[in-house]
């Protein structure tokens, strides 16, 4: 209960009721878990619990692509980001994915019940295995179909190239995941802010320098 709490407070997808009631068994009385269930959420879940949701429902596979899955992955990696910097070592098994407000999110379930702090991982080591289990289950909610039609997604599969696609995208600063969030590509994001620290050289008083920026972009 401490645990789930603790991830509300920072702002992640998990069970929004989550009780512990009596119930009898055999003439005994024993503590119970009762929590929502998937469906009666307000926004979609994956995992195994759920086999019917695919994302193929809500993303256009045609559409993900090696420039638009740092936009599609936004929220996903704040949600990596932010569980590695506060040293949360969570298992496979808490780990799903949700599908909210346009958005693909971590959604944590079946918490630990003991201290979920470990500072014996380093927090890019946290981040670097927590991206790459949603990176796993986004390759396993796309249909057969879309998986054999889309380059990107396969190349999700292949421990080479999906190592690649973390490391980038766990290199994007908070200011341009913010971007990629209200729907800017990566190609408009990196431009806009190229623009914005051209400006800031330029009003510093370095002209040549802040045109060189802007020259580059």
Known sequence: MANTKKIKELGLLTN?????????ADGLTIPALVSKPYDKHSFVIFDKKNPNALLDKYIDVSQINEETLPSIC????KDVKLLSKNNIALGYDSINLAFKDGKLRLYLNDLPYENLVDKSFSSEKLA????????????AMFSYKSLKLNPTLQKLADITDSKQIIDDLLKLSDEELKMLGIGCSLKDTKFLLGLKNA????QSGN?????????SL
């Open 74 to 77: 936004s929220e996903l990696v």
């Open 207 to 215: 002209i040549k320098e802040a045109d060189k920026i802007i020259k």
């Open 128 to 139: 670097q295995e927590y991206l790459c289990d949603a990176l796993d289950a986004i390759q």
């Open 199 to 202: 400006l800031h050289v330029a």
């Open 16 to 24: 929004d009721y989550c009780q512990i009631i009596k119930v009898k």
